[in-house]
């Protein structure tokens, strides 16, 4: 029997399937996030995320080294705050001596080639666990907007390259880009979390710093008024079209693996840079079966990062940059 076309001819052999990949998966294509707390020397292991730290700022800079000498060329940073710098309108967010403000030019002084992109929401700071501020029990868009302009520009001060507003709300991109271009931040970027889904896959997260949204009547139980409804699709599309027209450099698809359609329909459609967060809850449950030896760990980060290029991101948000950096590298 002649078979005319025989897709496994150039599987035969390792050259040949070097030659005919598609896909280059690489340590320029890692974010790593990192969590900060107060203290010297301290470190901290996060439960549910085997392998991730809270550190404080001394040994955050020590590990923003290694990453850079591994290859990764981007750290994205949320702050664990202490519960009595909390309060409704997320001041301590654009304190100058904040935490943020003091990790961003620690890290800056230390490692000054890498991309130092801070988290941009009101969470980590609010006495609600929410990203943005209660008012009657809603969260209020446009007060959020404000306070959000208020603590990218103390973020750009501090020396941040890139602000990554993660909060959702509607017109913050036009509002954090009018702020900065007002005091003379013409060259910090915006990282949009265009489309961002109300997901359970950010459990591991909340719990590294205390910012799930607390148990109290009078304030929304969730985040779905502003976080997107994972039924949807079309949806992530019309978000992303908005925060382009507003001025964003990059847009961001979160979570990652189950979201990879919405990243190759906003693939299809978009020219700028896409970024994709693996989220806490996706690495959580990688390293859960690993642990249990019931998949090989760095088989399935190697897999799991280069599907998310594959689909379409250009960077990878992703708590196995590290690891992945040193398999990449060996
Ligand atoms: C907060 C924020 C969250 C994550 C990134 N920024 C949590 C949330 O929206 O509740 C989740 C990241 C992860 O799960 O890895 N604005």
Same mark, same amino acid.
């Given at each position: 029997?002649?078979?005319?076309?025989?897709?496994?001819?150039? /599987?035969?052999?390792?050259?040949?399937?070097?030659?005919?990949?598609?896909?280059? =998966?690489?340590?320029?294509?890692?974010?790593?996030?990192?969590f900060v707390m #107060?203290?010297?020397?301290?470190?901290?292991?996060?439960?549910?995320?085997?392998?991730?730290? /809270?550190?404080?700022?001394?040994?955050t &800079?020590?590990?923003?080294?290694?990453?850079?000498?591994?290859?990764? !060329?981007?750290?994205? =940073?949320?702050m !664990?705050?202490?519960?009595?710098?909390?309060?409704?309108?997320? !001041? #301590?967010?654009?304190?100058?001596?904040?935490l943020?403000?003091?990790t961003?030019?620690?890290?800056?002084?230390?490692?000054?080639?890498?991309?130092? $992109?801070?988290?941009?929401?009101?969470?980590?700071?609010? $006495?609600?666990?929410?990203?943005? *501020?209660?008012?009657?029990?809603? *969260?209020?868009?446009?007060?959020?907007?404000?306070?959000?302009?208020?603590?990218?520009?103390?973020?750009?001060?501090?020396?941040?390259?890139?602000?990554?507003?993660?909060? $959702?709300?509607?017109? /913050?991109?036009?509002?954090?880009?009018?702020?900065?271009?007002?005091?003379?931040?013409?060259?910090?970027?915006?990282?949009?979390?265009?489309?961002?889904?109300?997901?359970?896959?950010?459990?591991?997260?909340?719990?590294?710093?205390?910012?799930?949204?607390?148990?109290?009547?009078? *304030?929304?139980?969730?985040?779905?008024?502003?976080?997107?409804?994972?039924?949807?699709?079309?949806?992530?599309?019309?978000?992303?079209?908005?925060?382009?027209?507003?001025?964003?450099?990059?847009?961001?698809?979160?979570?990652?693996?189950?979201?990879?359609?919405? &990243?190759?329909?906003? /693939?299809?459609?978009?020219?700028?840079?896409?970024?994709?967060?693996?989220?806490?809850?996706?690495?959580?449950?990688?390293?859960?079966?690993?642990?249990?030896?019931?998949?090989?760990?760095?088989?399935?980060?190697? #897999?799991?990062?280069?599907?998310?290029?594959?689909?379409?991101?250009?960077?990878?948000?992703?708590?196995?940059? !590290?690891?992945?950096?040193?398999?990449?590298?060996?």
């Amino acid at each position: 029997m002649i078979i005319n076309s025989r897709n496994r001819r150039l /599987r035969t052999t390792p050259a040949l399937r070097a030659l005919v990949q598609e896909t280059v =998966l690489t340590t320029n294509d890692f974010v790593m996030p990192i969590f900060v707390m #107060e203290g010297s020397q301290k470190q901290e292991p996060i439960s549910a995320m085997p392998g991730i730290f /809270r550190r404080s700022i001394d040994l955050t &800079v020590q590990e923003c080294r290694e990453l850079f000498s591994l290859g990764i !060329k981007g750290v994205n =940073l949320y702050m !664990k705050v202490s519960e009595d710098l909390k309060d409704n309108t997320g !001041k #301590e967010a654009w304190n100058k001596n904040g935490l943020m403000q003091n990790t961003i030019k620690a890290i800056k002084d230390a490692v000054p080639e890498m991309v130092i $992109m801070p988290d941009v929401a009101l969470d980590p700071y609010s $006495m609600y666990g929410h990203d943005g *501020i209660i008012n009657n029990g809603k *969260i209020d868009n446009d007060a959020t907007n404000e306070a959000l302009v208020k603590m990218s520009v103390s973020l750009a001060e501090a020396g941040a390259d890139i602000m990554a507003p993660s909060d $959702m709300m509607d017109g /913050r991109v036009a509002a954090i880009r009018q702020g900065l271009e007002e005091n003379g931040f013409t060259d910090v970027g915006i990282l949009s979390y265009a489309a961002k889904y109300a997901s359970s896959f950010y459990g591991p997260f909340r719990t590294a710093l205390d910012s799930a949204p607390k148990e109290n009547q009078d *304030i929304p139980k969730d985040k779905k008024t502003y976080q997107m409804d994972f039924h949807n699709s079309r949806e992530a599309l019309d978000e992303v079209l908005k925060d382009v027209a507003e001025g964003a450099d990059i847009i961001m698809i979160k979570p990652g693996i189950p979201y990879l359609d919405i &990243v190759s329909k906003v /693939r299809d459609m978009i020219d700028l840079p896409i970024a994709v967060y693996n989220v806490s809850g996706e690495y959580a449950m990688l390293k859960a079966a690993a642990q249990n030896g019931w998949l090989d760990n760095d088989k399935a980060i190697i #897999e799991s990062l280069t599907c998310i290029k594959r689909a379409g991101a250009d960077m990878i948000f992703t708590y196995a940059a !590290k690891e992945a950096a040193i398999l990449l590298n060996s």
